[in-house]
């Protein structure tokens, strides 16, 4: 079964503190995005990433960074968080070099920022 | 960046009724897609509709594009309680595929 993985589901950090949520999928995807999800607000893209070391910013990328070293792997940084930045995080990856096949996702991380 | 929009943000029904969640869009597509989200959660995707296809079905799942409206229509038939859930549709381009807020469904036993 094909799976895209998040490190933590749950994770609580201090105000100042820098974040590291990790996704990891199996598919061999060329395309990985990270999008928040807020209540009323649904979900929106942080920052995407259509090949290895390469990154694009999504519609509210300010307070993140991403990092794709190796295309299985798209890693979410938070510099210094704060508490605006408490949110579900959710990973996705698909296929598809000019268009997007179905997006799979993660099960999302829920962070508390304190 | 595009986005769709589902209509209405939120619908109860009784199980055995039929469901239909609405999305509009503002611009030219080449698929459309639609997903569900059970409560805190990922999503996960029910079907894609390309720019060329009016009607698909998949199971319980009709979906329906009028791309001379920009908008689509997801119909879940005979619902259960287990598709209590969010529905989101979101469309290609831009290729970083964007969401609404989602439509809450609720199926009541």
């Known amino acids: 079964d094909v799976k895209v993985t998040q490190s933590s589901r749950y994770l609580v950090k201090r105000t100042g503190e820098k974040v590291f949520l990790e996704c990891v999928q199996d598919?061999?995807?060329?395309?990985m995005f990270w999008y928040r999800q807020d209540p009323g607000l649904g979900l929106r893209l942080i920052y995407f990433?259509?090949?290895?070391?390469?990154?694009e910013k999504g519609d509210i990328p300010e307070g993140y960074s991403v990092s794709r070293e190796k295309k299985e792997r798209f890693s979410l940084i938070l510099e210094s968080a704060s508490t605006n930045q408490t949110s579900m995080y959710l990973c996705?990856?698909?296929?598809?070099?000019?268009?997007?096949?179905?997006?799979?996702f993660g099960s999302g991380t829920q962070l508390s920022v304190l | 960046s595009q986005q769709g929009e589902e209509d209405p943000q939120a619908l109860s029904i009784q199980e055995g009724e039929n469901a239909t969640m609405n999305c509009s869009y503002k611009t030219s597509i080449n698929n459309l897609q639609w997903y569900r989200q059970n409560s805190g959660r990922g999503l996960v995707h029910l079907i894609l509709?390309?720019?060329?296809?009016r009607e698909k079905h998949s199971g319980r799942l009709r979906v329906t594009l009028d791309t001379s409206k920009k908008s689509s229509s997801l119909l879940i038939t005979a619902s259960r309680a287990a598709d209590t859930a969010s529905y989101f549709c979101a469309t290609d381009p831009p290729r970083q595929l964007t969401f609404g807020s989602g439509t809450q469904l609720t199926v009541l036993p």
């Open positions: 996705a990856s698909s296929s598809g070099r000019t268009t997007n096949e179905k997006l799979f």
């Open positions: 990433s259509y090949d290895v070391k390469m990154k």
């Open positions: 598919m061999d995807h060329e395309n």
């Open positions: 509709i390309r720019s060329n296809e």
